[in-house]
Structures are given as C-alpha cells and as structure tokens.
T-cell receptor, first 115, second 115 residues
C-alpha cells in the first residue's frame, strides 16, 4: 500500500529552465509534506516543507505547491542548476500517538540538469 | 552546528549474525528515528525513540530493536540477519513538541551488506 507516490522515476531538464517534480498521496490525514534531496552516498537533505493548511510555500529557487482536493503536490525549481542533479524524495508526516511522528516516503525522482 | 552522525559507514555481515548501528542526533534534538532504504526505494520507517523509549514502530519484525541513551544518541540492533536486510540504514533526528517537530534531519547512513 503505497501512500505516497512519485510516478516519474527520472526527469531531465536544461540548465536555467524550470524543474517540476510531482508527488501524489492517498491519506488525507497527512498534516505536513516535505521534500528531500539525496546525493549518492549521502543521507537525504531537507529542502522545503508545506503544511496541509497551505497551498504554497516558497524558499529561494524552490517552491512547493499543494492541491489537497487532488491529493497532489509538486516541487518547482527555478532556475535549475547542474548542482540540483540528485534524487528528490517526497515525504508526508503521519502522526502517531502523542508527539510521535513518522515520515512516509515516495520512491524518488532522479533529476538530471543538463548544462 | 554538529549534524546527525552515524557509524560505521559500511558493514559486511554474514547471514545469521547480529549487527549494531549507531547514531548521534543533531545538536539540540531529542528524538531519533531509524529508516531502512532498499535499492531503488524510498526510506521505510523502522521505529522512533523519545525519552529513551520506543514510541512508534513500522512494519518490521522483532529482530529489529533499538535503544536510546540519556544523551539522546541511539543504536539499532538487527539479529539473525537475512540477505534481505541488506540496505542503507538511515538515522534521523528531530525536536519533539516544537513548531517544526515534523522536520527530520538525516545522517549519511550505514550501508549494510549481508552475504
């Protein structure tokens, strides 16, 4: 049961253009969504998050959009740079009992930014 | 500001053996979560520790156990290793109860190979 889905295994974009990474989810109880970037041989690096009560959050070149009715979120990177080439994971927080929480991840999208 | 650290970086074990992985959380964090990342997949939640107790657990067998120490560092133990336990094991830390408690910061991971 894949609650968070990233249906595009890979994406190739030209330097300077916009990169759009997509993510779908099934559980309407998720309250926060996060994007992580992962380089080979490193752990995931937190990029940006969005609360389920918002529809947009922006941080520099990165913007995340949330469409709750469609259970869909996307990460926009503008302009894309070669250093952005990495695997991008979408994650959602599922609250447990008390203050505990776990993240449920998608399978990732490999972004390649061509110079 | 010290980030999340993990040791060892790589480990090779034989089926049936036991392994212990270690994690030190980011400075100021009090909660540690462990994830398993198989090749081509997103990280899967194993369990979370807070106040030296296991607070939430994912769909992993009892062969997976852990511990949190008073200084918030944590260990992951896996008994009776199977070939399928070969994966990247990631530790993530967070600050419980704060406004950004949903943000988890990851270490570089321990690559476990079971032969």
């Amino acid at each position: 049961d894949q609650q968070v889905k990233q249906n595009s295994p890979s994406l190739s974009v030209q330097e300077g253009r916009i990169s759009i990474l997509n993510c779908d989810y099934t559980n309407s109880m998720f309250d926060y969504f996060l994007w992580y970037k992962k380089y080979p041989a490193e752990g995931p690096t937190f990029l940006i998050s969005i609360s389920s009560i918002k529809d947009k959050n922006e941080d520099g070149r990165f913007t995340v959009f949330l469409n709750k009715s469609a259970k869909h979120l996307s990460l926009h990177i503008v302009p894309s740079q070669p250093g952005d080439s990495a695997v991008y994971f979408c994650a959602a927080r599922a609250r447990g009992g008390g203050a505990t929480n776990k993240l449920i991840f998608g399978t990732g999208t490999l972004l390649a930014v061509q110079p | 500001d010290a980030g999340v650290t993990q040791s060892p970086t790589h480990l090779i074990k034989t089926r049936g053996q036991q392994v212990t992985l270690r994690c030190s959380p980011k400075s100021g964090h009090d909660t540690v979560s462990w994830y398993q990342q198989a090749l081509g997949q997103g990280p899967q939640f194993i369990f979370q520790y807070y106040e030296e107790e296991e607070r939430q657990r994912g769909n992993f067998p009892d062969r997976f156990s852990g511990h949190q120490f008073p200084n918030y560092s944590s260990e992951l133990n896996v008994n009776a290793l199977l070939l399928g336990d070969s994966a990247l094991y990631l530790c993530a830390s967070s600050l419980s109860g704060g406004p950004t408690s949903y943000e988890q910061y990851f270490g570089p991971g321990t690559r476990l190979t079971v032969t």
